[in-house]
Structures are given as C-alpha cells and as structure tokens.
C-alpha cells in the first residue's frame, strides 16, 4: 500500500466521522429522514461528491449517524459507569452519566434513541434495524445489571427505566424545564432500589 | 344567509374534518412535518387548491392535525371510561380504553401524542403548542384521578403512567409484538394501584 493511498483512506475516515456525527446531531433536532447530502455538505463543508463517494448512498448515511450516535451515548453514558461493580451500583452510575448527559445536551435536540425509535418503529430496513438493535441493546444492558443487583423483575424493571428516561426527555423538550431530567432519574433509581419483595400482579 | 352559502360551509367543514383526520394519521406515521397539501390531495380525493382554501396554509393544516387527533384520542380513550366514578375506576377504565385503542390501530403510525411530542417537542410555534396542550390535557387528567385515588403523589403518578404507555407505544412499534402493550398496560395499572404508604424518595 502507498502512502497516497493511506493518505486517501484516512481523509476517507475522517470525513465519515464527521459527516455521520453531523448527521447523528441533525437526526435528534428533525429526524433521520430530514439527513440530506446538501443539508451534511453545508454543515460540515464536505463537498456533496465527497459525502456520496465515502457513504454511497442517503440510506448508509442515515445506518451511520446510528453507528456514530452509539459511540457517542457509549462515551457519554455507558464509559463513565463502567468503572462501577455490575449490577447496582453500575446501574446508579449509568442514570447519573445519563443526567449528566441530558444536562449538557450531548445531541442538539434531546436523546437519540428517543428521537429515533419514535421516527422508525414501523418501518421495515436497514435504517430500522440499526434503531431496533440500539434499543434492544440499551434495554439488554439494564436487565443484566437489575438481575444482578436482584431486582424483582428485571425485564420490567428496565421497560420501566427506559420509558422513564425516554419520558423525561420528551417531557423537558416539551416544557423546557430540566426540573424533568431529575425527576426521571429519581423514579428510575426508584427502580434500581426494588429488590425482591411481593410486588402486586394483575 | 342563502341555502348555497350554508351548501358551501357545509361542504367546507367536511372537508376540513377529511383533511384534518387525514392529515393525523400521517403526522403518527411518518411526522407533522411529512404533511403536505399534494399528499393530503392525493390521499382525500380533495383538490390541492380546495385543501387551500379551506386551512389557508400547511401550518393551519398540521394544528388542524392536533386538533383532530385530540377527538380521536377523546372519543376512543376518553369517551369510553368517562362513565366511570373519577378517581381509581376511571384509571382503570382509561387504561382499558388505551390497550383497546392501542390494539385496533386508531392511529395508523401508533401513538399520535408520543409521535409527535418527540418530533415538535424542541420547537416554537402554533404547532408546537398544540402539540404541549394536548400532553398537558392528558397529563393533568391522569393527575387528577390519581389525586382522587389518593395516591400519594399525583404528579409523579401521572408522570410514570404517560411515560409507561408512551414507552409501550414506541416498543409495540419497535418490536410489533402487541406484549409490550399489556405489559405498559399491566405496569400502569400498578401505579394506579398505589396509595399512600412511604415511597422511598431521593
């Protein structure tokens, strides 16, 4: 391999973060069908040629502001906490990363997966499927943790820690009160805190 | 008034009703703002510049849109569990009506509220504070019965049971497995379920 080509391949990389982070961004402010070429190419001064010879296509750009929204929650929510024991203690550490998160409006327009899974649940693609296994796997990550911290029900319990956040999201970009954010984490570390005792089933 | 003016508001309203409707199913499948006066033609049979001269412009049409997803969502969950004694047995009947209107599909693209609370959430204007009145209507409705339940804290209560169906909602259309239905629904019937006994609080 030549140098030239290193070269190429590592503007080559260097435009896809970019464009795909720009994307990611836009994908929370108005949706993941509002990503054009020409909206990335003014945004981030690549050249819409260059956009459409790294990605191919609109479809791999939206599958990419996925992949890059992913890396971005990972940082910002995931890498903090994973310093924590699993379980308990892991999952007090992620609803504070996740406070902090929110607090300092990491995505311009609230929270990705939110934004997103609310836009593409119906849809059938590969776009679809990239928002479907990011949920899955925010949700898998929960129940591990609720299991070994003994929660009753772990399954519940993080149905309930996800709709409690994706509420408190929706509820502050409703109202514009981050007074939500922190009563979102309070309810979900109301969650955390159930160990196993009868709950009431219907 | 002659019977051609009365002819003309009649046909007028109708109209208006059609296209209003129409345009509500749209914003729960594809967004608010996928509302357009050719596909609202396209989609009624109503001609483009007749769409026109009814609402006058699309924003007109998308609170138009709000406006008629409130009667659906009135007549469907509303409605439905009004003869109920407020407080717990209109809850219970609520949450009844909701797995129903959820189960059959009112909205084509699911939930409206949850659609279009994310996507207009962050936003200024007409729209966007139609889209606020209509959550805060069902937010103080759910609080209100909660607090005539005695529940021990209304606000919270109304908070994780919006946020419970809103996360059902999304998952159903995530995963289309209408399970995710009963469990919001089940978990919702817990809240309501509460009354007063110390909660752990933060």
């Known amino acids: 391999m030549t140098k030239t080509v290193d070269g190429r391949r590592a503007r080559g990389d260097v435009t896809r973060a970019l464009v795909a982070r720009e994307a990611a961004m836009t994908a929370t402010v108005s949706g993941l069908d509002s990503i054009t070429v020409g909206g990335l190419a003014a945004a981030t001064g690549v050249s819409k040629s260059g956009i459409l010879t790294v990605f191919g296509s609109r479809e791999n750009i939206q599958v990419a ?30 609803l504070d990363a996740w406070l902090t998160y929110q607090r300092e409006e990491v995505f311009t327009g609230g929270c990705f997966i939110t934004a ?47 709709a409690l956040l994706a509420g408190a999201s929706t509820m502050r970009q409703l109202f514009g009160d981050d007074a939500e954010l922190d009563r979102g984490h ?4 109301e969650v955390v805190a159930e160990r196993r005792r009868p709950r009431r089933k219907h």
Chains 1, 2 share one sequence.
């Open 65 to 94: 502001a996925v992949a890059a929204a992913r890396r971005i929650f990972r940082d910002a929510v995931v890498a903090p906490a994973w310093g924590a024991m699993p379980g308990g203690d892991r999952l007090v550490a992620l």
């Open 116 to 162: 997103t899974s609310v836009e593409y649940g119906h849809r059938d693609g590969p776009v679809a499927e990239s928002v479907r296994r990011l949920k899955r796997e925010w949700l898998d990550l929960l129940a591990a943790d609720l299991a070994a911290a003994g929660h009753p029900d772990p399954q519940d319990g993080a149905f309930r820690i996800d």
């Open 186 to 189: 309070r309810l979900a570390a």
